[in-house]
């Protein structure tokens, strides 16, 4: 072992906390160059995150809009809740009630009145009002996985703000034009289904609500896909971001770096008066 101050090659045996050389204390000149290095990596990191931070807060809160669009995309979901279309089977001695909605869903599973789906496909009676429930189940899952798909996009869109607003606004106006097209689709069922005094379809309003919540989500998507971001940083932060990748990928060496890395005059100047105001209290507690 040498020490890390004047290279002196130090034996085994030399169990002093010194070196026998120059006197330095072994133990915490390692831990000062520790510690160096560390204030440097946070310096770094530091202003990472601060990006980081600065991004989720433009996306989401930065602006009335952003903030109105938060309130957009939780309205979309809860509006799943709302009824799309109901069916009442009156059969001998019992009623079946189907609800095509989010609270439907569950109904229909804990009931056991998706069973009854299956058994009513091969009924003469019920088979038309059956494959008329299995069609418009199918439209309104489309529905749902586009509501999901583009909640997911909301949470990811501060990785590309204007790429994925303009997606979400895309995917809006596409789940949007399946909402009518279910609305269509559920309002000529009403009319054509036969056996009408044992089948009741009632129309609800959750896939026009649902729509124009889509429409209104799209237009703020497509009005935020056009803003440019707009993140509030420190002076040289991004330059300490870019500088990290190059420590990180092993072409600067952080020793090599002075501490502070960075640093703005103010900056500067207050760490100066911070000094010497240090100075100036050591040297009186001599006195």
Known sequence: MNCPNCGAHIKFYDIKPNCSECGVNILYYTQ???LIRDAKRSE??????RIFGAKLKDTFIGGVLQIVRIAAILITVATLIIPFTSFVFSIPLSEIKITISGLGAYNMFSDGALMQIGNFLKSTLFADASA???TLIALFLVIVFAVLALF???VLTFIAPQLLSKAAAIVSFCAAGMGIAYFAVSLAFRFL????EYVTLSLGFGSLVCAAALV???IINLKLSKREPVLK???YDLERKELLKKVKAGEVDLDSLSLPIFETEEEKQKRIEELEEALKKEEEGKE
């Open 32 to 34: 000062q160059d520790g």
């Open 44 to 49: 770094l990191e530091f202003a990472s995150a």
């Open 132 to 134: 008329a429930i299995v």
């Open 152 to 154: 997911i996009i909301f």
């Open 193 to 196: 289904l036969p056996a009408r």
């Open 216 to 218: 209104a989500y799209g």
């Open 233 to 235: 940083l420190r002076e």
